[in-house]
């Protein structure tokens, strides 16, 4: 007899990942934005301005190290009700500070317009017991094999869900005394990933949203993307099929339908479906492949494309530093050669028609050392530096605990901070730099020029392109080589004001 796929006791809610970096939210993020900083003793004219910072506590952080620009996450607070955390504003950043607001962010909408990361293990939970009983069930009593349904966003609904609160706020940045200047409208989080929307489904939400922004304020700055790129995280995909497996294999041992299904040879098979199903939609195109198919779905053009570069090889055979360096080489030179293609860039050598910004960057890799994290981290600034075409850089994350980061179920959570102790939350700059770890301490070097950090707080640098970052020989760690070379520090960075 045919056994009904309600009858079988198994729970598969945790053989998938914790959640993917989309999930990099949490409402912890959200109160460390919330306080207003008081003026400072200008930077020194060393600090880069292209550096940024994004996540729980970027305020206070990029308080503290001079940065002009930090990320507002758009994220839910426990006491806001549906009032995003980039829009809130208790969250407008102080005079001489410049915000990314992101918004469309799928996965943390509770309207049903989205899909939260609960929603979606559970939809996948549903997907794995379905898919267990119909292996289960003998051929000849089976109907249709399961297939999983993918979320669809209606992106004229999402955008009308949140039009009111990003034009009072772009009404609010114009009617402040100063005005807030440099705002950057991050749209959507990472749509390859999490929920793993398609291009075409990405361009319907881009063009609504931008079509709202721009209405409101024709010179506003719209960025495209936010793409996770899976070209310098390949293991991933091989990590995600480990973890199904082994939680596969344990939730059907405490079921005890394990060695039955591993007997008849369908044990494989099955785990199979689950990684083909995932591995379909979340990081299936290459990022230039994603981003094309964008935008030739839309007229709309961006202002910016924002990129996440989170590099991970866990597994042999490894990539020695160099090849992950040509990795992310290749890549970005391939994004550039599609805008070109369409019609984003007028001319292959105008890199700056629609500049890239790496809205997050950091680490994803579990069991690594501050000092391990640190290292790779300024190998990626060195390759950030050395591409003309990226003006911006944001790391991920200040402080906060790292456990909404981690993409699997099992080991523990990579390290993301640059701060020693997760629960640290300052109210504002004025924090020691004993506070940092190893990869703060990095990040402020890298930022400015080589000097250790020092404790005064610093207020963030409005600097002039031209005179901030100066064009001087600087030794590039390679990636299992050294040697010195000119760097051109000053990139040309685009103008928001």
Sequence with gaps: ????????????????????????????????????????????????????????????????????????????????????????????????????????????????????????????????????????????????????????????????????????????????????????????????????????????????????????????????????????????????GDELAARMRAELETAGYYNTLNNLGLFNPLVNDMKSTLLARMLALPAREYLRQVLAAVSARPDIVSLHAYPFDDRPPFLDSAAMRHILDTTLAGIKAMLVSQGAVTAVSADQAVPLWITEFGNIEQDLSAQAVADRSRRLIDAFRADSAIARWFHYKSTGNDEQFAFFASGAPPLTRLSLDAAFAPGDGGFSCARLNAVGLMYWRESHADAECRDPILHPAILNPEASAQSHPRRVQGFLFQRDFPVDLRGRMLKLQ
């Design 1 to 240: 007899m045919r056994r009904s796929h309600a009858s079988l006791p198994l729970s598969l809610g945790a053989f998938l990942i914790t959640v993917s970096a989309s999930a990099r939210s949490g409402n912890a993020a959200v109160t460390a934005d919330s306080t207003a900083y008081s003026a400072a003793p200008s930077a020194p004219a060393s600090v880069d301005g292209r550096f940024g910072l994004v996540g729980t506590g970027g305020a206070a952080f990029a308080a503290k190290f001079g940065f002009r620009y930090y990320t507002l996450e758009g994220n839910y607070a426990p006491d806001k009700g549906t009032l995003f955390s980039s829009v809130d504003p208790a969250n407008d950043p102080a005079p001489g500070f410049s915000v990314v607001r992101e918004v469309a962010k799928l996965n943390v909408r509770t309207d049903g317009l989205g899909q939260s990361n609960a929603q979606f293990q559970a939809k996948f939970n549903q997907y794995g017991k379905d898919l267990a009983a119909w292996y289960l069930t003998p051929s000849w009593a089976r109907g249709a094999k399961p297939a999983f349904v993918w979320y669809r966003p209606d992106a004229e609904a999402l955008a009308e869900a949140e039009s009111l609160q990003i034009s009072e706020t772009i009404k609010r940045e114009k009617s402040r005394a100063p005005a807030i200047p440099g705002t950057v409208w991050e749209i959507g989080n990472e749509p390859n990933l999490f929920p793993a929307i398609t291009p075409s489904e990405y361009a319907a939400i881009f063009a609504a949203y931008r079509r709202i922004i721009k209405a409101q304020d024709p010179g506003a700055v719209v960025a495209m993307g936010s793409l996770f790129l899976p070209e310098p995280a390949e293991d991933i995909k091989a990590r995600l």
